[in-house]
Each structure stands twice: as structure tokens, then as C-alpha cells.
């Protein structure tokens, strides 16, 4: 840490000096001598961000901005509105960063810079990313790639492709996301950029890490490792550990996670990286939560909250508060859980963090579900929802799909129990809607069978015999003799209402034979019952 205190004093004399120079600025000597010390200054910029300096990289940048107005060098200008976009990025100021890059593209567009055009649009796409707006985001990289294209610059488009890729893996499209890093390493190594190589080694290793393919994830990281080892990258090399560690993590490996976010740490500690200490204390929270440490876990989520808000970085709290929040609800301490995901949802709000938004709601609705809260387990599941489809986040749709089919089911019983049938058939109905496209034919019979329980309470007849008939099926087809047995009892009700009184007494025996060998006593005695009326009726016609 000292040694970057020393490296920004350097770099703050070298701010003051270039300020000296602008302000006597005269011949053309003087203006060479500042052109090169602003190269410098873009050296401070770095290092602010890196130690999470956000208001002297501001303030850097801003004295650029106004040493190249004097000069009238706009190109100059348009590069210092990207690096202002770079701190907010960075900074987790989305909509400042989109700001500042519309600012920058706008002016290489005047000035016909097609490549740094190129370059814009590719941070644009990155913010859009982070977003979580997908469409946009490609729709940036794009258009950064054709311009690349356009130019012949192999690198760009090699970059580009891996950004596409990244997106793609959001997305969950995998083989859309191969097939981007497979365009991006081979250009790299057509190129001999090892670094590029490296990175796209690292990229395809949290591929096959967000797909569970955790054999696959540590060969990648590896060949990524060999190379930043060979070029002495330190800082990529953190990063390799920390995904490594990522690994180890969800395979239950605590020891190995532990090593390896460890030595991340150091690193990014002697470089005075607090963002990826913030990032790494995180992850140590994960491993000893996961252990059930929680007081450990809980110091290092406080040491990341502490140094995310001493940046400043609203996403960086906002995630650590889903991760708390996650802490909670494994601890099975609702109440603080709930609390701490509020205060995520909020800064995810203020931010239009969509995926954090998405993921936050559906954690909530995990909360309530556990609960029995089914009225708000229904609310935020239909949130979560609402936010990944917005996002055109499949996979996660699909993981919500049946927790929410789960959740409505439940409130609706609920409802109904409580005499709302219209309302408990209404979340039926939706519950339904998502089961028919799932694969779980067990819970279609079961929200099929309540649908036609609900419209048996409502005197509809007719399409309470439907649904109970719809449901019976299915069981039959599942071998469920619980499911087979329900559905039987309430044809047989159905039956005496309609004075259809020998099916009736076929459908309820079979239904109490049913239960007998599953030996469910309070049924038998309510079929003994029903089977009792029967007969009593049977008994009065004939007399």
C-alpha cells in the first residue's frame, strides 16, 4: 500500500506541473512539454481508480478537459470524456458513465475517428452489460465490431468478439458463446497476443464455471495462469485465483477456495486494488457462510461493505447486501433477511440494475416461500420474473417458472380456504399456465385436481368432473396413488350430487381401497362417511 502512496504523490507532481505549464503556455515547446506530462496524468488517472480515488481521478480528468479546450484539441477532449466514463463505470455510476461515452462518441463522430468510435461503443456495451440490458448491449458491440471490420483491425475485432461472448453468457445462448471465443482466441493467437490469449482462456473458464462444468473451468484458468505468470501480470493473475477459487467454492472444496481467494488478496492488497479486496473479502464471506462460520463469513462481508462504501461504488453494496441477504436466509433468520435484501432492491432501483433487481426479488420470494408467506412470495416471484423476461434472461426464467407456479398454488388454496374462491382460482389458473410448461406432471395434477376442487365448492359441475378426470390421468400416468385416490374421492362426491349413486359407491370404494394400502386412517373414516350417505340415499329410493 506504501508503495502506491509513493507512485500517486509522483503522479500528483506531475499534475501540478503540467497545471504550471498550462497556465504560462506560449510557444510550441511548452505545449510538446504538457502534451507529454497529460500522458503522465493518464497514469494518475489509473492509479486513483485502481485505489478507488474517484474524486482525484475526477478532478484530473476534469483539469484535462480544460488544458486541451485551451489548446483546441478536441481529440483530446473526446479521450477525456471516455476516461471520465471509465471512473463512473467503474464507480458503479452507470448512467453518468453512458453520459460521458455518448459525449466522447459524439465528438469522434465530428472529427471522422472511426476508431475511436470503435473503441466508445465497445465501453458502451460494457455499461449496457453491466445493466443488464442485453439488446443494447450487443447492439453496441456490434456496431463497434463492424467498425473494427471496417478498419482491418484485427485486435479490435478480437476484443470485441470476447465482449460479445461475455454477453452471450449472461444470456445463457452457450453456444453462441463458444463460438465468439473460439473466433477470439484464434485471432489472438494468429496475432501472437498471449495476453489476449490469456484472457480468452480466463473467459471460457467462467463459462464452463456458470454452467457447473467444474472439470472443464480449472483446465482454462490454468492456461490463463501459465501465461500472466510467463508475462508477470499480477494483477490478471489475482483475478485467475479468485475464479479459481470461485471453482473450488461450489464444488465444497473450502480449503482449496480459501487458498485461492487468499493469495488474490495479497495481491491485490501490495497494488492497493481495494475494489478487488472489497470483491475478494466477499468471496471469504461465501466460503465461510457456505461452512456455516457465519461470524467469520459476517467479518469479511463488513470489510467489503466498509471498503464499497469508502469507494463509494453503489453496486458493490447493493451485492453485498444480496449476499448478506443470503447469509440470512440460510441461517434461516427471515426477518434480517428481508431487511437486507430491502436495502439491495433500493440501490438496484436507483441504478436500473435489472439483474439485481431480478435476482434480489427472486431471493425475497425464496424468504417468503420458506415462511409461508405466500401472498409475498407470489408479489416477488412475479417481479423476478417480470425483471428477467424484461432482460431476455432464459435460463433464470426457467428457474423461477416453478417456484412461482409453487407459490400461487399455495396462496391460492389459501384464498380459497378462506371463501375467495374467485381470487384462489385466478392464481390457480395462473399456476396452471406455468405448470403446462414445465415437465413436472405430478404438480399439473396438483393444480389441476385444486381447480377442480374449487369449482366443485362453486356448484360447477360440469367442469369440476372435467378437471378431476384431467388430474386422474395424469396420476394414473405418474403411478401417483395419492393423486389417483383424491381424484376418485371427489368424482365420487361429484357422483351424489348428480344422484348418480352406483358410480358414486364404485368411485369412493376405490378411492378407500386406495387409501387403506397407503394406510391414510383420516381419509378412510371421511370416505366411511360419504360411503354411509350414499347408501342412506340409495336406501330412501328404494323404500
Same mark, same amino acid.
Given at each position: 500500500? @506504501?508503495?502506491?502512496? #509513493? ?11 503540467? %497545471? ?7 510557444? /510550441? ?33 476534469? !483539469? ?6 485551451k489548446?483546441? =484539441?478536441?481529440h ?12 463512473? =463505470?467503474?464507480k ?11 459525449r466522447?462518441?459524439? $465528438? ?30 450487443l447492439?453496441?458491440?456490434?456496431r463497434?465490431?463492424? $467498425? ?26 452457450? =453456444? ?24 480468452t ?16 473451468a /480449472? ?6 495462469? @501459465?501465461?500472466?505468470e ?12 479468485g475464479n479459481?477459487?470461485s471453482?473450488?467454492? #461450489? ?21 492497493? %486494488? ?20 457465519? =461470524? ?13 462504501e ?15 441477504g ?10 434480517r ?10 440501490i438496484f432501483?436507483?441504478?436500473?440494475d ?17 415462511? !409461508? ?20 434472461l ?7 417458472? /416453478? ?15 378462506? !371463501? ?6 385466478? +392464481? ?6 406455468i405448470?403446462?410448461?414445465?415437465d %413436472? ?13 374449487t369449482?366443485?365448492?362453486?356448484g ?31 368424482l ?21 381401497? +386406495? ?10 373414516n ?5 360411503? !354411509? ?11
Amino acid at each position: 500500500m @506504501e508503495t502506491v502512496q #509513493q507512485q500517486l504523490e509522483e503522479k500528483n507532481n506531475l499534475v501540478r506541473r503540467a %497545471d504550471e505549464l498550462v497556465k504560462q503556455a506560449e510557444d /510550441p515547446q511548452q505545449v510538446k512539454q504538457i502534451r507529454q506530462l497529460l500522458g503522465r496524468r493518464h497514469e494518475a488517472i489509473e492509479l486513483y481508480i485502481r485505489a478507488g480515488e474517484w474524486d482525484q481521478a475526477i478532478e484530473v480528468c476534469q !483539469g484535462n478537459l480544460k488544458t486541451f479546450e485551451k489548446l483546441g =484539441d478536441t481529440h483530446g477532449q473526446a479521450q477525456t470524456w471516455g476516461n471520465l466514463g471509465v471512473v463512473y =463505470d467503474r464507480k458503479g455510476e452507470w448512467d453518468r458513465a453512458v453520459e460521458m461515452y455518448q459525449r466522447s462518441l459524439e $465528438t469522434f463522430e465530428r472529427l471522422g475517428d472511426a476508431h475511436g468510435q470503435a473503441q466508445t461503443c465497445g465501453n458502451l456495451g460494457s455499461v449496457y452489460a453491466d445493466k443488464g440490458e442485453w439488446d443494447r448491449a450487443l447492439k453496441m458491440y456490434q456496431r463497434s465490431l463492424e $467498425t473494427f471490420e471496417r478498419l482491418g483491425d484485427a485486435h479490435g475485432q478480437a476484443q470485441t468478439w470476447g465482449n460479445l461472448g461475455s454477453v452471450y453468457a449472461d444470456k445463457g445462448e452457450w =453456444d453462441r458463446v463458444l463460438e465468439m471465443y473460439r473466433r477470439s482466441l484464434e485471432t489472438f493467437e494468429r496475432l501472437g497476443d498471449i495476453r489476449g490469449q490469456a484472457q480468452t482462456w480466463g473467459n471460457l473458464g467462467n463459462v464452463y464455471l456458470r454452467k457447473g462444468e467444474l472439470d472443464r473451468a /480449472p483446465e482454462m484458468y490454468r492456461r490463463s495462469l @501459465e501465461i500472466f505468470e510467463q508475462l508477470g501480470d499480477a494483477m490478471s493473475l489475482a483475478q485467475t485465483w479468485g475464479n479459481l477459487g470461485s471453482v473450488y467454492l #461450489q464444488r465444497g472444496e473450502w480449503g482449496r477456495a480459501l487458498e485461492m481467494y487468499q493469495r488474490s488478496l495479497e495481491i491485490k492488497e501490495r497494488f492497493g %486494488d481495494l475494489r478487488g479486496q472489497a470483491r475478494t473479502w466477499a468471496n471469504l464471506g461465501s466460503v465461510y457462510s457456505r461452512k456455516g462460520e457465519w =461470524d467469520r463469513a459476517l467479518e469479511m462481508y463488513q470489510r467489503s461493505l466498509e471498503a464499497f462504501e469508502h469507494l463509494g461504488d453503489a453496486h458493490g453494496l447493493a451485492q453485498m447486501w444480496l449476499n448478506l441477504g443470503n447469509m440470512f436466509l440460510q441461517k434461516g433468520e427471515w426477518d434480517r433477511a428481508i431487511e437486507v435484501y430491502q436495502r439491495s432492491l433500493k440501490i438496484f432501483e436507483r441504478l436500473g440494475d435489472a439483474l439485481g433487481l431480478a435476482q434480489t426479488w427472486g431471493n425475497l420470494g425464496s424468504v417468503y416461500l420458506r415462511r !409461508g408467506k405466500w401472498d409475498g412470495a407470489v408479489e416477488s416471484y412475479r417481479q423476478s420474473l417480470e425483471a428477467f423476461t424484461a432482460i431476455g434472461l432464459t435460463r433464470e426464467i426457467n428457474k423461477i417458472h /416453478p417456484v412461482l407456479a409453487d407459490a400461487a398454488y399455495h396462496l391460492g388454496r389459501q384464498y380459497i380456504h378462506q !371463501g375467495r374462491w374467485y381470487d384462489g382460482l385466478q +392464481l390457480l389458473e395462473e399456476s396452471l399456465t406455468i405448470r403446462r410448461k414445465g415437465d %413436472d406432471l405430478n404438480a399439473l395434477a396438483d393444480v389441476i385436481r385444486q381447480i377442480g376442487v374449487t369449482r366443485h365448492l362453486m356448484g360447477d359441475i360440469e367442469q369440476a368432473r372435467i378437471r378431476y378426470r384431467d388430474a386422474l390421468r395424469l396420476y394414473e400416468r405418474t403411478g401417483n396413488r395419492h393423486g389417483i385416490a383424491a381424484c376418485k374421492a371427489g368424482l365420487g362426491r361429484l357422483a351424489i350430487q348428480t344422484g348418480m349413486l352406483d358410480r358414486a359407491t364404485h368411485e369412493l370404494e376405490q378411492a378407500e381401497k +386406495l387409501y387403506t394400502e397407503l394406510g391414510e386412517t383420516q381419509r378412510i373414516n371421511e370416505l366411511k362417511d360419504v360411503l !354411509g350417505l350414499a347408501a342412506h340415499i340409495q336406501e330412501r329410493q328404494a323404500a
